[in-house]
Nanobody
Framework: QVQLVESGGGLVQAGGSLRLGCAAS????????MGWFRQAPGKEREFVATISWSGINTYYAEFVKGRFTISRGNAKNTVYLQMNSVKPEDTAVYYC??????????????WGQGTQVTVSS
């Protein structure tokens, strides 16, 4: 059974940092791109960042450039999202996904259950 499990969400003050993790199991994800999306209450799910299977290529949404960093673990079945200088508008449920390298939700075949990030002002 394919599983993506996120971790690291929680409550953080504006300007602070948080690191999200995602562990994939059930098949080999080393050849998959992995990405992060988020969904705030009442809003559509939106792209945050993606990383290629090799870890060489990354792409970010404009609103997180310079603040968030996506990376892969050595085993390639893990992906991280380092969130710095967070803002209240970053409050959302963050989802990990695996699939093709892209910024559209339809590029991804597998999804985690999500982890809540709340940024207080």
């Amino acid at each position: 059974q394919v599983q993506l499990v996120e971790s690291g969400g929680g409550l953080v003050q504006a300007g602070g940092s948080l690191r999200l993790g995602c562990a994939a199991s059930g098949r080999t994800f080393s050849t998959y791109a992995m990405g992060w999306f988020r969904q705030a209450p009442g809003k559509e799910r939106e792209f945050v960042a993606t990383i290629s299977w090799s870890g060489i290529n990354t792409y970010y949404a404009e609103f997180v450039k310079g603040r968030f960093t996506i990376s892969r673990g050595n085993a390639k079945n893990t992906v991280y999202l380092q969130m710095n200088s967070v803002k209240p508008e970053d409050t959302a449920v963050y989802y990990c996904a695996a699939g093709r390298y892209g910024n559209n939700w339809s590029d991804y075949d597998y999804w985690g259950q999500g982890t809540q990030v709340t940024v207080s002002s």
